[in-house]
């Protein structure tokens, strides 16, 4: 189980593909985000929505562990907003 408090967090290469940068991604885990488990060819990831510097922003990450997640991509989503505002914790 991932600790959400206290996350390391190792980035892929194609993570910042979107425009989004490292210290935004690190920005949406210290405000309320709204997860939910994918599978990928039976590989646990986690779609993961939070808000950084006023623009909502998608992750995908697979976890590496309890505090450990590595991110596979970052784009902006506003898209999600109405789950956002409805769902996040």
Same mark, same amino acid.
């Given at each position: ?9 190792? &980035? ?16 949406? &885990? ?7 488990? #994918? ?8 779609? #993961?929505?939070?808000?950084? &510097? ?17 991110? &596979? ?9 109405? #789950? ?6």
């Amino acid at each position: 189980m991932v600790n959400w408090k206290n996350l390391d967090l190792e &980035f892929d290469e194609h993570a910042f593909k979107h425009g989004i940068k490292d210290y935004e991604i690190e920005q949406i &885990f210290k405000g309320k985000i709204y997860k939910r488990k #994918i599978y990928v060819n039976r590989e646990l990831r986690y779609q #993961i929505i939070g808000e950084a &510097f006023g623009r909502l922003i998608m992750v995908i990450a697979v976890p590496l562990g309890s505090s450990r997640l590595r991110v &596979f991509s970052a784009r902006p989503s506003s898209e999600y907003k109405e #789950i956002y505002d409805n769902k996040a914790k």
